[in-house]
């Protein structure tokens, strides 16, 4: 099976039924013109989308919006909630969602900094810290997978459970205290640059490049896309659908996990807190890079413009001390405007 050369996929054995009629035969679009209609011009416009807003931001904010201080703060914001943005890409792209992922990023959070987990670290190695929150978000993951999966609940109750259940649980272990982290080998590794580069931005960079590569090179990515578009379908070719799903809700709490090392090692603590309504701009995200919420097309390159724009709108509102409530509007319109124009290329022929 070929693989396809866009970044945004369509699900697999996809066939085109092509209308004759007595004058002839109904004119197939340009290379450009299918170019643009395709994963590209999604992409390209994307880019124009974070350049208007780059704009905005330079005209509105002058030296305070350019500076390179500020690029790197938005870069530094946009890696923890894209880093769990390419998970959710992959669940959304399975054909389900998981509403669990700030509360995970929470719970992972307060896990790997209790005084136990700080103690073995300093004792032996702060890796204890790191495998500690991926071994959490991992376990939760596969909790809503097998609940999906094999118990046959709804993707949208199961994690809706556990994103109660999780920042719940949290609350419990920290004590409704925000726990400080005193480690400083986990400190001194995370908060360092390379290449003049946060090493926060360099775990996106890594997560984001990862997830193209699985999405678009690998069986695995393949199969994820087929389950999306037709998970019957994919059942009867030979796909083991459940295990492939409770994989997908494993991947995403990993995802979780490597989000809550990053946020720890920037606030250098671990709140029942963290992770407030990243669920909300995950899928936000995803839906804005062009990934379809009804499954079965993903994209991680529109994944990461989405995170990028949004954490870029969030910037240009608060350096021009706009409201909280008005950049919440705002990413509503946003997010409606990118689910209608989801639903018009869906219904146009031949895109």
């Known amino acids: 099976m070929s693989d396809t050369p866009t970044d945004a996929v369509t699900p697999v054995d996809t066939v085109r039924v092509e209308k004759e009629a007595a004058g002839g035969r109904r004119a197939e679009p340009g290379g450009v013109a299918r170019l643009l209609r395709g994963g590209a ?3 390209l416009g994307l880019v124009l989308a974070l350049a208007l807003l780059a704009l905005v931001g330079v005209i509105s904010g002058g030296d305070r ?3 390179v201080d500020n690029v790197m703060t938005i870069l530094r914001l946009a890696a923890v909630i894209g880093v769990v943005s ?3 890409t992959f669940v959304i792209t399975g054909g389900g969602i998981d509403l669990s992922v700030g509360a995970l990023v929470a ?3 307060v896990w790997c900094t209790t005084l136990s987990t700080q103690a073995m670290a300093n004792d032996y190695h702060w890796i204890f810290i790191v495998t ?3 071994l959490v978000g991992a376990g939760a993951g596969l909790i809503n997978g097998l609940l999906v999966a094999y118990g046959g609940v709804v993707p949208f109750i199961a994690t809706l459970a556990m994103m109660a259940s999780a920042r719940g649980l949290a609350e419990i272990i920290s004590a409704r205290k925000t726990q400080i982290l005193s480690v400083p080998g986990f400190t001194d590794a995370f908060s360092r640059d390379i290449l003049g580069i946060s090493v926060l931005v360099w775990i996106f960079v890594i997560v984001a490049v990862i997830g193209w590569v699985v999405l678009n090179r690998t069986t695995f990515g393949r199969r994820t896309l087929a389950i999306g578009g037709n998970p019957e379908a994919s059942r009867l070719a030979g796909i083991n659908v459940r295990r492939h799903t409770v994989l997908l809700y494993v991947l995403v709490g990993v995802c979780c996990g490597i989000a809550a090392i990053m946020l720890v090692s920037r606030t250098t603590t671990g709140s029942a807190t963290h992770g407030g309504l990243y669920e909300l701009d995950a899928i936000a995200a995803v839906v804005i890079g062009g990934t379809l919420l009804a499954g ?4 991680i390159v529109g994944t990461v413009f989405g995170v990028l724009i949004f954490t870029t709108l969030t910037n240009v509102f608060v350096i021009n001390n706009l409201s909280i409530s008005a950049q919440a509007f705002t990413k509503g319109l946003i997010i409606i405007a990118a ?4 639903k018009r290329f869906a219904r146009q022929p031949g895109s």
């Not at 689910?339 to 989801?342: I, M, S, T």
Request: proline share 0%.
């Open 107 to 109: 719970l992972s959070s």
């Open 65 to 67: 919006f350019a500076s």
């Open 132 to 134: 500690t929150a991926l």
């Open 296 to 299: 079965g097309r993903g994209t």
């Open 41 to 43: 011009g999604h992409n």
């Open 86 to 88: 390419i998970g959710m």
């Open 339 to 342: 689910v209608l124009l989801q």
